[in-house]
């Protein structure tokens, strides 16, 4: 029986980005042909695909493309952050957001039936997500994504790959970048306070509401506090009122107005959010995997 080493097992994952006991099964049951085992491992993905896709994908990256007048910007999804560094799956992030630009599909079905190959998986753009489920041994998933096609300039700006804006604008290009950048930092929900969701206002009208029933002001002045306390909300979550970040003696409205550009809309993404995080205990987690792998033995 051949001796599985410790470098072929680095070897091996590093080939394939599986876990060091998926790759020690394979070079054992393979007595140690590294080929032969790294198809056996090719073999094995779909199960481990299937077992990974119920777990939950908070962590991920968002990405965007640009071509001409036509953008995307993107999120996709994975487990830990230890796999948004992963080359394999960065790439297939990046080439669903060209993918977009390059094909006018409104729905993920339609972005995952794409003609796409890599890393050996293909012919689909979903056939590599399952293959680089198992390859990777996470979840991972195509959550949301925009595409814009209205004929104006288009601008983007990625804070990391966490945060990602990107602007429909005419007018001067640096401006309009600007304004991307703001959009990452101060994180409005509209362009104009006409156009924020009533559930917001609601919301914040019931907080103030509250507010003012414990002060025990009188009627007339308590409907005063709750309408100033939504207006100032209002003015702060709206792109146009809301102080430049890079002037803040001047609205986002008076420095395009300066500049002489109109932003049209613009799109925030910040990865995972609205999605709730399992909290893990690492401790039983890791007396599982303990557990699981005496079993196996």
Known sequence: MATITASMVAELRAKTDAPMMECKKALTESEGDMAKAEELLRVKLGSKAGKAASRVTAEGVVFSHIAGHTGALIEVNCETDFVTKNDSFLAMAQAAAKLLVDHPVESLEALGALSYSQDGFGPTLEDVRKGLIGKIGENMSFRRFKRFNAGHSLTTYLHGTRIGVMVEFTGDESAARDVAMHVAAMKPVSLTSQEVPAELIERE????????????????????????????????????????????????????????????????YVV???????????????????AAAKQAS
């Open 205 to 268: 009208r019931s907080v103030a509401t509250a507010k003012a029933q414990e002060s025990g002001k009188p009627a007339d002045i308590a409907a005063k506090m709750i309408e100033g306390a939504v207006q100032k909300y209002l003015k702060e979550v709206s792109l146009f009122d809301q102080p430049f970040v890079k002037n803040d003696k001047q609205t986002v409205q008076q420095m395009l107005k300066a500049a002489n550009t109109e932003v049209k809309s613009f799109t925030l």
């Open 272 to 290: 995972g959010e609205g999605i709730e995080k399992k909290v893990d205990d690492f401790a039983a987690e890791v007396a599982a995997q303990v």
